[in-house]
């Protein structure tokens, strides 16, 4: 009893081996199910298989932005070739699992032999559309430092309702070699008052703070402060701006002394 007992432990170990083993080939070999090259399904396809896909099937040159097509382009041949065989090597480590996974994996590779003949066309339309779709509409206001009364406060931004161009055109980018090029237009975002930009600017402001200067006119000095001398300040792009019309006034009246 003991012995057919261990036999049969050893047949179904053997057995889970065999089946651990076919499936660590199939995985080492195949993509993913639900795995796109450039918007292309590559799943269940051996790397050679995927870039024979990719490479055969034709551009369709469509530009989509929230699910309407924008741009419908002539079709053009692939821009894949042989020598890209190891970009698709290279994508198909970043969707390997050790078991079989339906997670959708969008993977983009930039073929060697990129045709980008009709791109600025794209551009242009994409470009053409966001600015007809922008008019009227209100851009949002950043969060800001500033130096004000001796203290620094930072003053909230304001949401707007442009659409945000920048981003739609690196999407537009990133996607440049697809068949189909799929974007999402969203409104442009207030820099926000945790933001480091933001806090960069409290930093730099606070460094006028506690300041202290000796302004001597004849015989008679001045001991002025960072109160005395700035009104407000700002700090914008690597420079301060200032307003000083606290200290014109204290000046006008040392003038007039």
């Known amino acids: ?7 049969w432990l050893l047949v179904i170990i053997v057995l889970l081996l065999f089946v651990l083993g076919i499936n660590w080939w199939h995985q080492a070999h195949h993509f993913n199910k639900n795995v796109t090259i450039n918007g292309i399904n590559v799943g269940g396809l051996t790397t050679k298989q995927a870039l024979k896909k990719v490479k055969s099937t034709k551009n369709q040159n469509q530009v989509y932005l929230n699910d309407d097509l924008i741009y ?3 079709d053009t041949d692939s821009a894949f070739t042989l020598a890209d065989e190891g970009k698709v090597k290279k994508v198909f480590r970043e969707q390997f699992t050790l078991f079989p996974s339906r997670k959708a994996y969008s993977l983009e590779v930039k073929p060697s032999k990129r045709d980008l003949s009709q791109y600025d066309a794209k551009k242009a339309t994409v470009q053409s559309l966001l600015q007809r779709e922008n008019l009227g509409r209100q851009a949002p206001v950043d969060a800001y430092a500033e130096l004000r009364n001796g203290k620094v406060v930072i003053h909230k931004g304001q949401k ?14 990133s996607q440049a070699t697809n ?8 409104q442009q975002q207030p820099l926000s008052p945790d933001s480091k930009p933001v806090q960069n600017e409290k930093k730099q402001l606070q460094k006028l703070t506690g300041k202290k200067v000796n302004y001597k006119v004849e015989k008679q000095t001045y001991h002025l402060t960072t109160d005395n001398v700035i009104t407000s300040a700002t700090y914008k792009n690597g420079q301060y701006h200032f307003n000083t019309s606290v200290i014109d006034k204290k000046i006008k009246q040392i003038n007039k002394k």
Request: hydrophobic share 30%; no cysteine.
């Open 1 to 7: 009893m003991r012995f057919q007992l261990k036999h």
């Open 72 to 74: 419908d382009g002539s």
């Open 160 to 173: 707007g309702t442009k659409i945000d161009e920048q981003r739609i055109l690196h999407q537009l980018s």
């Open 179 to 186: 068949s189909k090029i799929y974007l999402t237009a969203k």
